[in-house]
């Protein structure tokens, strides 16, 4: 991660990965944004939680409206539409397939992300832009990966701008993280990353079942509330 007082815009989700970076950034940045979308997700609680960090590290924060991009979407598991497949439930499964992974594949949407925040930074004079992409990441989401994150730097370049993307946990799994969130004092009990979006982590879909993976092979006690 880059060093010094440069400004830096962070991608918030609301999740354990995206809300550890913020936490990072603050002690490496003086000037800090924080932008979050709203993207039509069934799990808009990461909105809640994406607000209740970037109010308590009091930093500049821009939710920013796509809703009406659920119509490109199409039927990605993930969209609050009628038509979108359902979350996947995996806590039975004794190994989980890529085709039921794939389903939670939002079209181009760390691109589209990314082609907004380049912009922010661009009428705003910020240096850097940071996403929580990590290992775990990458095996489903080929946009969480350091040929995407390569590239896509090239594109903001061949725009004529010298703009950053930088994605620190790139090689790192979930447990790392979660480890670096306890080292930061990050409260994971506040994070939220469930895809169905209900009061409590279902504790069944893919993100559920790899955030109780992440915190059983960290060896960080898992204080996330589950219903199951």
């Known amino acids: 991660m880059s060093q010094g007082n440069e400004s830096a815009l962070v991608l918030l989700s609301g999740g354990l990965d995206s809300v550890t970076l913020l936490y990072m950034c603050h002690k490496k940045y003086q000037n800090i944004?924080?932008?979050?979308?709203?993207?039509?997700?069934?799990?808009?609680?990461?909105?809640?939680?994406?607000?209740?960090?970037?109010?308590?590290?009091?930093?500049?924060?821009?939710?920013?409206?796509?809703?009406?991009?659920?119509?490109?979407?199409?039927e990605a598991a993930l969209i609050d539409n009628p038509?979108?497949?359902?979350?996947?439930?995996?806590?039975?499964?004794?190994?989980?397939?890529?085709?039921?992974?794939?389903?939670?594949i939002v079209p181009f949407r760390n691109a589209i992300f990314l082609l907004i925040a380049t912009a922010y930074c661009i009428s705003n004079n910020i240096d850097t832009i940071l996403y929580g992409a990590h290992a775990n990441d990458s095996q489903t989401y080929l946009d969480c990966r350091?040929?995407?994150?390569?590239?896509?730097?090239?594109?903001?370049?061949?725009a004529g701008h010298d703009i950053k993307v930088e994605a620190p946990f790139i090689t790192y799994n979930r447990a790392k993280i979660v480890k670096?969130?306890?080292?930061?004092?990050?409260?994971?009990?506040?994070?939220?990353?469930?895809?169905?979006g209900t009061e409590k982590h279902c504790g069944q879909c893919p993100t559920c079942i790899e955030r109780k993976n992440a915190f059983k092979e960290s060896g960080v006690t898992d204080v996330t509330d589950y219903s199951q």
């Open 146 to 158: 350091p040929k995407f994150i390569n590239a896509f730097e090239k594109v903001i370049q061949a």
């Open 33 to 74: 944004h924080v932008i979050t979308y709203h993207y039509g997700q069934k799990n808009n609680r990461e909105l809640e939680s994406a607000l209740y960090f970037a109010d308590g590290l009091n930093v500049t924060h821009s939710l920013i409206d796509l809703r009406d991009l659920q119509m490109v979407f199409g």
């Open 180 to 196: 670096i969130a306890s080292m930061y004092g990050v409260p994971l009990e506040r994070t939220y990353s469930c895809y169905r």
């Open 83 to 104: 038509n979108s497949e359902e979350i996947p439930d995996i806590s039975g499964a004794i190994t989980t397939t890529q085709a039921t992974l794939n389903k939670t």
